[in-house]
């Protein structure tokens, strides 16, 4: 008897140090629009009642060709205190958050991407200091698709920034690089966002939603190691059609609910337009265009958390982000399920 209470203590050490339970996490959105944008009542009451703290808000994002060198694009127009009743002061924490394409490393030497590092602080904090009234800002988010190739400058750019920025510096963690970070390496910064969703080329799958496919999601997942960084996750709360006219790839459409009645299924995920149809006056829809509707449910997106927190070693403490705040896709979902996006990784 005497050996088995001795024992206990031990089991309960054990199972003390793999429990991977979240006690409290913090909501949040990322703000991906980047023409001039009117905050819609939806969104603004989406923020209040999901009791968001962060925004996390492209600022920019970074490309480059031969003749302009690395070069800002897709500048947002974000205002936040357009997301504000305008008889209080902003809330929210803004996280700017710069999007750099993987050709930028591909391209560059270290000095360029000391010149790059210097731009990107020099145009964030410009912007602050413009658009949000100098808000104080503690994160820079870099979101970068990086490859094995890539990496060594990718890291080289992410020292650098710390320094020059002084802010607390977080990357997000595309699903491959999770699971290979020996082969991919673990970027030199303070914290990481998983993203979980784009996890197939769009393009290079006819039969598997690029966006969120559940076996794809877990076959990523399945690995007994913690990640050496904290982890932060991301989840899509968007859907997307692509348009095949003449079997031919020609764009991808966002405001599925007006195209919806004009369907008719053929095969899983794809569908055959019915009628000749206008689309916001500049996409033509004809009779007989093919198209793959990506649709994303709440019922998937909770299947998604429950791999999630099944195979991922959790801090006690994360943020949760839902990509992303835009009127249109938030409608089709309640409140309640939005709520249970962010709940469900502490039950």
Same mark, same amino acid.
């Given at each position: 008897?005497?050996?088995?209470?001795?024992f206990?203590?031990?089991?309960?050490?054990?199972?003390?140090?793999?429990?991977?339970?979240?006690?409290?996490?913090?909501?949040?959105?990322?703000?991906?629009?980047?023409?001039?944008?009117?905050?819609?009542?939806?969104?603004?009451?989406?923020?209040?009642?999901?009791?968001?703290?962060?925004?996390?808000?492209?600022?920019?994002?970074? &490309?480059?060709?031969?003749?302009?060198?690395?070069?800002?694009?897709?500048?947002?127009?974000?205002?936040?205190?357009?997301?504000?009743?305008?008889?209080?002061?902003?809330?929210?924490?803004?996280?700017?958050?710069?999007?750099?394409?993987?050709?930028?490393?591909?391209?560059?030497?270290?000095? &360029?991407?000391?010149?790059?590092?210097?731009?990107?602080?020099?145009?964030?904090?410009?912007?602050?200091?413009?658009? +949000?009234?100098?808000?104080?800002?503690?994160?820079?988010?870099?979101?970068?698709?990086w490859?094995?190739?890539?990496?060594?400058?990718?890291?080289?750019?992410?020292?650098k920034l710390?320094?020059?920025?002084?802010?607390?510096?977080?990357?997000?963690?595309?699903?491959?690089?999770?699971?290979?970070?020996?082969?991919?390496?673990?970027?030199?910064?303070?914290?990481?966002?998983?993203?979980?969703?784009?996890?197939?080329?769009?393009?290079a799958?006819?039969?598997?939603?690029?966006?969120?496919?559940?076996?794809?999601?877990?076959?990523?997942?399945?690995?007994?190691?913690?990640?050496?960084? =904290?982890?932060?996750?991301?989840?899509?709360v968007?859907?997307?059609?692509? +348009?095949?006219?003449?079997?031919?790839?020609t764009?991808?459409?966002?405001?599925?609910?007006?195209?919806?009645? =004009?369907?008719?299924?053929?095969?899983?995920?794809?569908?055959?337009?019915?009628?000749?149809?206008?689309?916001?006056y500049?996409?033509?829809?004809?009779?007989? &265009?093919?198209?793959?509707?990506?649709?994303?449910?709440?019922d998937?997106?909770?299947?998604?958390?429950?791999?999630?927190?099944?195979?991922?070693?959790?801090?006690?403490?994360?943020?949760?982000?839902?990509? =992303?705040?835009?009127?249109?896709?938030?409608?089709?979902?309640?409140?309640?399920e939005?709520?249970?996006?962010y709940?469900?990784?502490?039950?």
């Amino acid at each position: 008897m005497k050996k088995i209470f001795l024992f206990l203590p031990l089991l309960f050490l054990i199972f003390s140090c793999n429990n991977k339970k979240v006690e409290k996490v913090e909501n949040a959105f990322y703000y991906w629009k980047s023409n001039d944008y009117v905050a819609s009542s939806k969104e603004k009451d989406m923020l209040v009642n999901q009791d968001i703290k962060k925004l996390y808000v492209k600022f920019f994002e970074v &490309d480059y060709s031969d003749a302009m060198g690395n070069y800002p694009i897709s500048k947002t127009s974000f205002s936040l205190y357009s997301y504000c009743d305008e008889k209080k002061t902003p809330s929210y924490e803004v996280i700017p958050t710069v999007y750099i394409k993987n050709i930028v490393f591909q391209k560059s030497n270290e000095k &360029d991407l000391d010149k790059l590092v210097d731009n990107i602080n020099f145009l964030i904090n410009k912007y602050i200091n413009e658009r +949000l009234d100098s808000l104080k800002t503690s994160e820079l988010q870099i979101d970068c698709d990086w490859t094995a190739s890539t990496k060594d400058k990718y890291f080289y750019f992410l020292k650098k920034l710390k320094p020059i920025s002084q802010k607390e510096i977080s990357a997000t963690l595309r699903l491959y690089p999770y699971k290979y970070p020996d082969k991919m390496g673990v970027p030199p910064v303070d914290k990481v966002t998983l993203m979980c969703y784009n996890l197939i080329n769009p393009l290079a799958d006819q039969s598997k939603n690029s966006i969120l496919d559940l076996k794809e999601l877990e076959s990523y997942l399945n690995t007994e190691k913690k990640y050496p960084l =904290h982890l932060d996750v991301a989840l899509p709360v968007y859907s997307w059609m692509q +348009l095949y006219q003449n079997n031919q790839f020609t764009n991808v459409l966002y405001d599925v609910k007006d195209i919806k009645p =004009h369907l008719k299924e053929i095969k899983p995920l794809w569908y055959e337009v019915q009628k000749d149809t206008v689309i916001n006056y500049e996409t033509y829809l004809r009779v007989g &265009d093919k198209i793959k509707y990506e649709e994303i449910t709440a019922d998937k997106i909770s299947k998604a958390i429950a791999i999630i927190k099944k195979n991922i070693k959790f801090d006690k403490e994360i943020t949760v982000t839902l990509f =992303h705040l835009d009127e249109n896709q938030l409608n089709n979902y309640t409140d309640e399920e939005i709520s249970h996006f962010y709940s469900n990784f502490t039950k």
